[in-house]
């Protein structure tokens, strides 16, 4: 197991932003470098603890499913090896299987969630009024429930170390106007219901997930950052499904059951992670990707 890459140092190029979990540079005035470091956030806040080889892991999955979905809508991959617009091998070292040379694309200030299972916070709100993020549901249904359709339950995009909201359609429609918002639900769910019919066929429940979305400079949605990782869905194990509980999870819920477990307050700082909930964690990882894409993790 290689030692977690906490931090990016690319000095040839300017770095433009610091998100959770990737560092972004800038190449030019159409491209920039993305490179997703093995940095673990839970509850919006940074962990201390890097996830040996998520960042690989992260891009690599990404990348399966932006080839898988190319037929629904574009996305922010260029093709450009990422090591070619660097020159110095320290740094081509850091990009390796980790790194992705991306489009410049004016990025839509929400995250598109979508659900097809009823867990998490869907579920509570769901016991106490009978609706996810304000749409009403059949009654009768139960944790982990299957929704008779995937829904569409955008958020609010925070800063880092801030809290995402989810927020009404109307919200969404309100922030990127109603013909896109209508678009980028249509996207989304055809997103979603094409990757978990294919999940499926490799045991695997995706439960929910989210989207990010940006424009091109002639107004084309494109989807951008990451699609269908275990940072941005809960997968389950399709052979543990079962109504009634939450199944167990090839996601990082393995690292906010402990942190929810030991009390924490969800406030930064968060507590380091124990050797072995890190290794677990790197290695329900490593069980996603393989058991989702039939690979091996490329690794340096």
Known sequence: MSQPLLETTITSLKRIHQGKVRDIYDI??????????????????????????????????????????????????TGIDPTSVV?????????????????????LPIEAIVRGYLVGSGWKEYKAKGTVCGIPLPAGLQEASKLP?????????????????????QQCADLIGQDMAMQVAKVAIALYMQAAEYALTRGIIIADTKFEFG??????????????????????????YALGKNPPSYDKQYVRDWLEAIGW????????????????????????????TGQKLALV
């Not at 890097?50 to 990404?62: E, F, P, V, Y």
Request: glycine share 2%.
């Open 265 to 292: 307050n969800k406030m930064p700082p968060a507590p380091a992670l124990p050797h072995d909930v890190a290794q677990r964690t790197s290695e329900k990882y490593m069980e996603a990707f393989e058991k989702l």
């Open 149 to 169: 359709e995937p829904i569409f339950t955008p958020s609010s995009k925070a800063a880092v170390g801030e809290h995402d909201e989810n927020i009404s359609l």
């Open 215 to 240: 424009l091109d400079s002639n107004g084309v949605l494109h989807v951008m950052d990451e699609v269908l990782t275990p940072d941005s869905s809960r997968f389950w194990p399709a052979k543990s």
């Open 28 to 77: 030019d005035d159409k491209t920039m470098l993305l490179v997703s470091t093995d940095r673990l956030s839970a509850f919006d806040v940074i962990l201390p603890t890097g996830i040996a080889n998520k960042g690989a892991m992260l891009t690599q999955m990404a990348n399966f499913w932006f080839e898988k979905l190319s037929n629904v809508v574009p996305n922010h991959l």
């Open 87 to 107: 020159t110095d091998n320290l740094e081509k070292a850091q990009l390796a299987n980790r790194a992705v040379v991306v489009k410049k694309l004016r990025a």
